[in-house]
Nanobody, 121 residues
Framework: VQLVESGGGSVQAGGSLRLSCAAS????????MGWFRQAPGKEREVIAA????????YYADSVKGRFTISRDNAKNTLYLQMNSLKPEDTAMYYC?????????????????WGQGTQVTV
């Protein structure tokens, strides 16, 4: 399984960015796809996730109402639309995948990780 993020960059506060994560090599039918971030000196945190079984989503309180996670099944691509960006959103952003039969996605225990893309606000 390979996950490749793109779309990071520098943006002014209040601006928007859209991150993409291209996935390949997957053979599982039900899994979680999540976006994580890690700021310097801080622990990695899950900020958004989506479950392929029922398309349910999870958002951390810090991004709820500003970020939107979505998937394009035809392109095997995961997205994170980030609006109203704040300086505290500055971090390395990672996408990850987790095999899941029950849709529990709000966890750090993901099986596969991308290399990360930097977002600076």
């Amino acid at each position: 399984v390979q996950l490749v993020e793109s779309g990071g960059g520098s943006v002014q506060a209040g601006g928007s960015l859209r991150l993409s994560c291209a996935a390949s090599g997957y053979t599982y039918s039900r899994y979680c796809m999540g976006w994580f971030r890690q700021a310097p000196g801080k622990e990695r945190e899950v900020i958004a996730a989506i479950y392929t079984g029922d398309s349910s989503t999870y958002y951390a309180d810090s991004v709820k109402g500003r970020f939107t996670i979505s998937r394009d099944n035809a392109k095997n691509t995961l997205y994170l639309q980030m609006n109203s960006l704040k300086p505290e959103d500055t971090a390395m952003y990672y996408c990850a995948a987790r095999i899941s039969a029950n849709g529990y996605c709000n966890t750090m225990s993901y099986n596969y990780w991308g290399q990360g893309t930097q977002v600076t606000v």
